[in-house]
């Protein structure tokens, strides 16, 4: 098979504008920039490898409105039709191509003028939606697989063999069938994710929960997030796919992101599928890991730099002093610039690690590692504010719900070291028998959390043989 080569990213004049707009959807810029000192080379290689960093601006991107014109996004069928033909029919024939990042961007972004329109009815539970063509069929149909429903208006080859499809990819789309009922658009929306030669990247991730956003349909985003860390991607349709790291931070949801997919869900009124957002974007290693990057590791540099700083100011401070000599006054100024930093710094850090009363019903439970707190605030954020959703809004109620919603997010939390409407945190109430209880049985589901992860199975040592 011949390697792909790239589409212009618009109708170019001449042969060097054509070469001008190749693109590739990588990771990390290829461009070269100026020489710059060693303390920046070591940070902002560091920063400009994450994911969510890498997808900037084109300069050579289409208008909106150069690849779906206002006729194609009247109906439903006339939409489909131009996805099927602009987007993924240059993933088939001899030479395939993969769709660029912005031809995907474009694409949803005529999904969504045409889901501000659609007035089509929302299929129900145990009903299947009936469009003109198949929707399982036609799009991947694009890849080779054969069907009656197929879109016609692309041409193919008898021999050609479909596009075969990646485990995480197959388990992500039976889960996001558990998820019914899902809307026409956001299943044409969701096929395209799933295609094995579209890249996720964080722009059309935005864009997808844009679409979820007007839709108010979440069914889809808890596997399309798991795919954004566990997709395979292909850069040349020539070679293999290449497995991605699913821990790696440049593979971390952004919290803004992560957090409009929480709120379609709990539009949606569907706390399992809020829970699982969250499972996939904030309790992820990999953003714990984008956030040692992007703020532990930029904070330690600064506090390490702080004392070479002290050192050159008590060095200039001792020029002004005839008492002692120089390097004495510079040592005992040194050390006083020290130790006020240490106690100050110290009792800062203190006090900003156990600040604990920031969210509204839910906090840490006492014991839960100070480092741990640290990583996974931004999940216990996103759990405040479906625990404010879904219980009562008036403060002395707070603490009374009651059912299986309930129980499930109680014992959802209560394994993640989390504790709802403690005693310390709803007003005007006392400590009773009952929050006793729920404080109690939450320490101990946190216990038991601790033992499971400090258990280690041992191996028992081989008895060693007297002869050989």
């Not at 809307?183 to 929306?189: G, I, S």
């Amino acid at each position: 098979m011949q390697s792909a080569a790239r589409r212009p990213a618009a109708r170019a004049l001449c042969l060097f504008c054509s070469f001008r707009g190749a693109y590739l959807p990588t990771r990390s810029l290829s461009l070269r920039s100026a020489p710059r000192p060693v303390a920046r080379k070591l940070v902002i290689p560091l920063v400009q490898s994450l994911r969510h960093k890498s997808s900037t601006t084109e300069a050579a991107a289409p208008p909106p409105e150069s690849l779906y014109s206002a006729d194609d996004t009247k109906t439903y069928d006339k939409l489909f039709s131009a996805i099927n033909e602009k987007l993924f029919a240059q993933t088939v024939g001899d030479s395939p191509k993969v769709p660029r990042e912005t031809e995907v961007i474009l694409a949803f972004k005529a999904l969504q003028r045409l889901a501000t329109n659609y007035s089509a009815p929302r299929p129900q539970a145990g009903k299947t939606p009936k469009p003109n063509p198949n929707l399982n069929d036609a799009i991947l149909s694009l890849a080779g697989s054969t069907s009656a429903n197929a879109t016609p208006s692309v041409n193919r080859d008898a021999s050609q063999e479909p596009v075969p499809q990646s485990p995480d990819t197959i388990e992500a789309e039976k889960e996001a069938k558990l998820n019914e009922p899902v809307h026409p658009l956001m299943d044409v929306a969701y096929h395209i994710a799933i295609h094995p030669y579209v890249f996720i990247s964080p722009k059309v991730l935005t864009e997808y929960v844009k679409l979820a956003t007007i839709l108010k349909d979440p069914s889809t985003l808890p596997s399309v997030f798991k795919l954004y860390a566990n997709k395979a991607t292909v850069y040349d349709p020539s070679k293999p796919a290449r497995k991605l790291n699913p821990n790696a931070a440049k593979n971390a949801i952004s919290f803004q992101t992560a957090k409009d997919a929480l709120q379609v869900a709990i539009t949606a009124k569907n706390m399992p599928l809020a829970l699982d957002i969250i499972d996939n974007s904030m309790s992820t290693t990999a953003w714990c890991r984008h956030k040692l990057y992007t703020k532990l590791l930029p904070f330690g540099g600064a506090a390490g730099a702080i004392p070479i700083c002290l050192w050159k100011l008590s060095d200039w401070l001792a020029q002004f002093q005839e008492q002692w000599l120089h390097d004495k006054a510079m040592a005992y100024a040194f050390i006083g610039f020290m130790t006020y930093y240490i106690c100050t710094g110290s009792l800062g850090m203190i006090a900003l690690l156990t600040w604990n009363d920031h969210m509204i019903r839910v906090n840490w439970i006492p014991g839960v590692f100070m480092r741990e707190r640290w990583f996974m605030e931004e999940q216990r954020a996103l759990t405040d504010r479906v625990a404010m959703a879904w219980g009562y809004q008036e403060p002395h109620k707070r603490g009374l719900e009651s059912g299986w919603e309930w129980e499930m997010l109680r014992h959802w939390a209560g394994v993640r070291g989390m504790i709802i409407d403690s005693s310390d945190m709803v007003e005007g109430r006392e400590m009773t028998a009952e929050k006793e209880a729920e404080r109690l049985a939450a320490q101990d589901s946190l216990l038991g959390r601790l033992k499971l992860k400090l258990a280690k199975p041992k191996e028992k040592p081989k008895p060693k043989r007297l002869f050989g």
